[in-house]
């Protein structure tokens, strides 16, 4: 465990360190810019579709290094890789600027606590599904489909991290179902920003 927890530190700070060279995001920019984002994920965020996720209130940098790896090619996505072929650093920047100006809370359903949720998880995503990290996304809300889609495109080697591959090659595909299930249960609210 104290490995992994060194593991998860030394990420957080090389992501830090290289999404520190990136340029400052303009949430009013961000917002023009997010006409093209709004059918799957929504103006605030909140996804329209089951397969997109909600964006509304995740950190800008974990944001910048996701349209980043769909812009380089190291993420593939059908829609996603052909939206970010066209934004520059600084389109990334105010979007994630934007997107992470909502504010995101979350609930966990009735009759469910924090120890009960998914131990191998709530170190980087929290019991309620809020971002522990500024490089990992919230989980709160999404819907089984996309999760247990993730989770076993970590596994199988499809989408590559140096946290989640390791994590995800462990897992049962009950255990994702309950991962998925967990964190779809939990209420989530995008307010957005003013």
């Not at 605030?44 to 940098?61: L, M, S």
Request: aromatic share 6%.
């Amino acid at each position: 465990m104290l490995r992994h927890a060194f593991i998860v530190l030394g990420g957080v700070f090389l992501a830090q360190g290289a999404l520190a060279e990136a340029p400052q995001g303009d949430p009013a920019s961000g917002k023009a810019k997010a006409g093209m984002c709004r059918t799957c994920h929504g103006l605030d965020g909140f996804a329209k579709i089951p397969i997109a996720p909600h964006i509304g209130g995740e950190p800008a940098p974990y944001l910048v290094h996701q349209l980043t790896a769909f812009r380089e090619g190291t993420r593939t996505h059908e829609m996603m890789s052909v939206v970010a072929k066209g934004l520059d650093d600084q389109a990334i920047a105010d979007l994630a600027a934007w997107y992470s100006s909502q504010r995101a809370s979350a609930a966990l359903p009735a009759g469910k606590e924090a120890d009960m949720a998914p131990e191998a998880c709530v170190a980087c995503h929290g019991a309620d599904g809020l971002s522990e990290l500024e490089d990992a996304p919230n989980l709160a809300g999404e819907t089984v489909m996309y999760i247990d889609t993730q989770l076993k495109a970590f596994r199988t080697g499809k989408r590559v991290h140096e946290i989640m591959s390791e994590v995800a090659a462990q897992l049962s595909d009950e255990e994702i179902r309950a991962v998925s299930e967990w964190y779809s249960g939990v209420k989530l609210k995008i307010e957005q920003a003013n």
